[in-house]
């Protein structure tokens, strides 16, 4: 169904491809600083995933990552978030509360909890993207069990 | 579409344009004020003052739509991550059982 397009495009999304998931990684790493976050990044990432399906078709792309991939890191990052939740409960006096170190402000490891919460959200966002647009490409051709 | 209903709607969209830009330009408040409110003839400055003043020394993080989003409202994108997850859950079951109907 999805073939996959010319090799003039295959080879741009190829070069481009780490960049943009560069890029997406950055956005989530750098939430707590720079404007952004987790949400943003999640669908950056998803979407030059999504690129390189559009370039390659599905069949080269399901060889390297899977619906069991997706679905075993979108309940991860959701489990990420709520552990560490739970830390400020056991550490802490409430749910959600800072417990890691608050760091020297304006470097990358600083402002506590934030950063840790929203790799989790990256995560969970990126694979959650990805998952429905898997679910979509293929319920027509009843691959997922 | 008639000659007359055309003038009539951009004579409307006119009239909500302007109605906007004389609202911004006249009426808000000046840019990095907030609004105050009056309760029972007690002034009181909104929350949005507190949380720029003590949002970068109270957790650490130089970005303050973080500080809010994580910090003072830790509940609530806990709730979006949830609703989100809920959907993916949502939308690949809606799938399969399709897929199974055929």
Do not use: C
């Amino acid at each position: 169904m999805m073939a996959g397009m010319t090799v003039i495009v295959k080879t741009i999304s190829r070069i481009m491809f780490p960049f943009i998931f560069l890029f997406g990684v950055y956005i989530v790493f750098h939430g707590h600083l720079t404007p952004g976050g987790g949400f943003p990044g999640g669908v950056i990432i998803a979407a030059s995933v999504a690129m390189l399906i559009l370039a390659y078709g599905l069949e080269r792309i399901q060889k390297s990552t899977s619906f069991l991939h997706a679905e075993v890191l979108d309940t991860l990052g959701s489990v990420a978030i709520v552990a560490i939740g739970i830390l400020g409960l056991i550490f802490g006096a409430y749910f959600l509360e800072t417990v890691f170190p608050l760091g020297v402000f304006g470097q990358l490891f600083s402002g506590g909890n934030f950063l840790w919460l929203y790799i989790g959200v990256g995560i969970k966002v990126a694979a959650g993207i990805l998952l429905i647009l898997f679910a979509m490409l293929m319920w027509d051709r009843g691959e997922h069990k | 579409m008639g000659k007359a209903k055309q003038a009539l709607n951009l004579a409307l969209v006119a009239i909500i344009a302007a109605t906007f830009i004389y609202s911004v330009n006249f009426t808000m408040p000046e840019f990095g004020t907030f609004p105050t409110r009056e309760i029972n003839g007690k002034v009181e400055n909104s929350v949005g003052q507190l949380y720029l003043e003590n949002a970068t020394w109270q957790t650490g993080a130089a970005n303050v739509v973080t500080t809010i989003v994580w910090g003072y409202r830790g509940y609530d994108t806990l709730g979006e991550s949830t609703v989100l997850f809920t959907a993916v859950i949502g939308v690949i079951t809606v799938l399969r059982a399709m897929r199974r109907d055929e």
